[in-house]
Structure formats: C-alpha cells, structure tokens
C-alpha cells in the first residue's frame, strides 16, 4: 500500500477546481477524476458498500471490529477556483533545513519562515510546496490522503477496537455546495468529523453564523438634459447606502477574533437600477438579525429622502454556528480533544472566522467538527503542508476511532 505522502503526491496532481459560475452538480467534471480514482482505492482496501453517486458523493465503510457508534471522516475533493489547480507539481523538501524556500517555477514568490513561523518546528522533515505557479491543493485533499491512511492503518492493525467508521468525499466544498446532495440519513453515524483544518492539534467547534444580504435600489432614469425633479439615480442612492455602513467597527479590515461584520463585497448596476451583495457575519446568530436591523434602518432613512426610489434588501439564510448543534453529541468534542492528546499533541479548540462542511452538517442535525490535517496558506500559490502534520493528524483518526470503540452502541 503506498504512504500517506504517496497518496497525497497522487492526489494533487488530479486537477479538481470547483467553479462557482457553473450550475451543474458537481460544478466541473474533473472532480470525479478523483473521486473515481478513490472509489477505486476504497475497493482496493477491501471498505464496504462503496457507492459514488451521480452527484459527486463518495461513501464507503470501513467495518468495526466492535459493536460501537458509527462515525465519519469527511473531506472535500474539490479545490478553490481563486487559485489555477491545474498541472500542479508538488515540490518535496526532504530534511527542510530551516530556511526561506523559493519556490522554482516563480522564483518571486518565496515562503519565508517570518510569515510561516510553524516552518521553524518543522526543521529536518518533508515540507511540501508548490512550484509557484499553482495552489498545492492540500486544502482539502491533505484530509483526503489522511483518512485513506488511517483507513489503511486500522486494516493493518485489526487489534485496535473501533466501531463503523464512514469515509465521505464530497465535491464543491469550496463554493458553498459541499453538502447538498450529502444524505445524511445515509451516512447514519451518530457524528462526523471534517479533516480540513490548519496545521495540527486544532478542533474547531465554531464556526461565524452566516447571512447573505441583497441590497436592491431602482430608480429612475431620464436624459440628463432634462434630469431636473425627474431622475432618480440608483448609483447615489445606492453609493450612500454603502457610505452609511459603519466604517470603523464592524468590518472584515477592523475586526478579528469573535467579532462579527458586514461586508459588501459586489456591487453592479446604472442610473436606473443598482444592486450590492453583502455578507452578515457573527458568532452569535442573534446578531445577525441586529446586522440585518441596521441595514433595513439605513434604507429606511434613504426612502424618506428619496422618495421615488424603491429600496428593498432580501436577507438570505447561510449557515449557522456549529456550537449550538454540537450540544447534541457532547462526545463529538470531548473525544476529539482526548484523541489529540493521546496522538501526543496539545489540543487545541479553535473557532473558525468562517463556516466549514461540517457547520452545514451539524445545522442539519449531524454533529460534525472539524480537525486539522496539516493545510497552511490555503487558497494560494504559497500553500503547504509537512509530512509529519498529516501523519500525526492520521494518528488523531486512529485514536478516535479507538475512543469510539471503546463506548457501546445503544
Ligand atoms: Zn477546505
């Protein structure tokens, strides 16, 4: 069987970019690329009921030894479309010796140890990088080589207690629609786990509450010539709207940690009709119909003040903060942080200024934290990952599964 860093080598190579334009599920057809060659792998490893669906889902079991609760692993197969993911070659660093790393395809771009200060721990193992020219992909696919390993792994070693175990592989995660052709009354294991976290050791057991807001201004246009108490011009109307957002506070470039925001992030229109789409982020969902206040306040004082326009805002549900789904299985967490420390490393409970596979999961009644598989730099050409952070990270799986085997199934 090959390594997990074999694996992985593998499966970068494999061009699987989402694209968020397209309306077809899976969005490209190139992700079954992998996907199918996994199906494969899930077959050659001798897991049960192997099924890839027409959407892209790929589900396999990897039975227990022990009558314990079912769980699964999940990653994403797909990879960002900020970032080409074609032609990728992976660049092994064997014994990294500690220092800036110039990447050989782009030689301007060059990851430093001042901006990636986790290289420093890493001094003497296999780092992998990209060329330059592309993203690596180990966002998500580090968490698909993770889980084939530790599958892997436990088949080899059947004296380690563990109940069903579901591997998952689902497409399109990074434009929102990873989970909406996962059944998860299919999947029917008490939690799941998503491996698509940075570095090691992290659980992240929130994710921000999420809403999307369109805001619509039409107005009216006339000749310029004879605008004069006629022209109602959606662009300024629209443009004081955007200005009357609070601009020191409760923005992406003022915020960090557990503060939430609003942030515009496209606008299009003319004289006679213009729109804005914003993002309503907070770690209490609560606060997202205060955001969603403010913005209706704001249109309301523009509607006194003109009249003729017609100003509507249409809020649109995203996703929620695992936090709250999470409650339903306190031993999803609790036996998550116990198998990272028995891997030998600190856990590490993180929230993520985001939302993840696994907060749409939860929000569907599977609760599904998320954990670390070793990805830095996601979304970029400077991305990487180390040998040693995806090994240990198979090891936080193997030790989970132990943790499970060792409860009864009700
Ligand atoms: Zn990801």
């Known amino acids: 069987m090959p390594t997990l860093l074999e694996r992985f080598l593998k499966y970068v190579q494999i061009d ?21 060659v996994l ?26 030894t022990m009558k314990s609760p079912a769980i699964a692993w999940v990653a994403h197969v797909d990879t960002s479309p900020e970032f080409s993911g074609k032609n990728v070659r992976p660049v092994v660093h064997e014994n990294y010796d500690g220092s800036d790393i110039v990447l050989p395809g782009d030689p301007s771009r060059v990851l430093t ?16 990088t990209t060329d ?44 929102g629609r990873g989970t909406d052709h996962l059944e998860i009354d299919k999947v029917d294991v008490v939690c799941a786990y998503t491996l698509d976290s940075d570095g090691r050791g992290r659980v992240d057991s ?60 496209h606008v299009e229109g003319g004289v006679a009709f213009a729109s804005a789409r914003l993002i309503l982020r ?10 969603a206040q403010l913005l209706e306040s704001i249109a309301e004082g523009l509607r006194n003040e003109f009249p003729l326009a017609r100003i509507t ?33 600190e856990p590490h409970l993180d929230i993520i200024r985001g939302g993840t596979d696994g907060s749409l999961m939860t929000a569907k009644g599977l609760p599904t934290p998320n954990l670390s598989s070793g990805q830095h730099n996601p979304h970029s050409p400077l991305e990487w990952t180390s040998e040693i952070e995806m090994e240990t990270a198979k090891m936080v799986l193997v030790e989970l599964a132990r943790r499970w085997g060792q409860e009864s199934a009700s």
């Open 113 to 128: 140890v001042a901006e990636n200060p986790e290289l420093q721990q890493l001094i003497g193992e296999t780092v992998i």
């Open 282 to 291: 907070d770690f209490e969902t609560e606060a997202l119909s205060r955001q």
């Open 206 to 265: 929130e994710t921000f509450s999420a809403d999307q807001a369109l805001v619509k201004v039409q107005g009216i246009n006339t000749h310029p010539s004879v605008g004069k108490d006629a022209m109602v011009n959606a662009i300024r109307i629209l443009s004081a709207f955007l200005d009357r957002l609070p601009q020191r506070t409760l923005s992406p470039e003022t915020t960090d940690d557990r503060e939430g925001f609003i942030h515009p992030y």
């Open 313 to 345: 805002i249409e809020i649109k549900h995203q996703y929620r903060n695992m936090r709250e789904g999470l409650r339903k299985e306190p031993r999803a967490l609790a036996f998550a942080i116990e198998a990272t420390s028995a891997a030998g490393l």
């Open 132 to 175: 330059g020219t592309t993203l690596l992909g180990a966002d998500d696919k580090s968490g698909v080589a993770v889980i084939m390993a530790a599958a892997d792994y436990l088949l080899q070693h059947p004296e380690i207690p563990h109940g069903p175990i579901r591997l998952c592989f689902t497409v399109d995660e990074e434009i």
């Open 39 to 64: 199906e494969q792998e899930c077959r050659e490893l001798g897991l049960k009921d192997v099924s890839l669906s027409e959407y892209g889902v790929l589900i396999a079991t990897l039975p227990g």
């Open 16 to 36: 699987t970019q989402s694209d968020e334009t397209s309306p077809s599920a899976p969005s490209t057809a190139k992700q079954l690329d992998l996907s199918r």
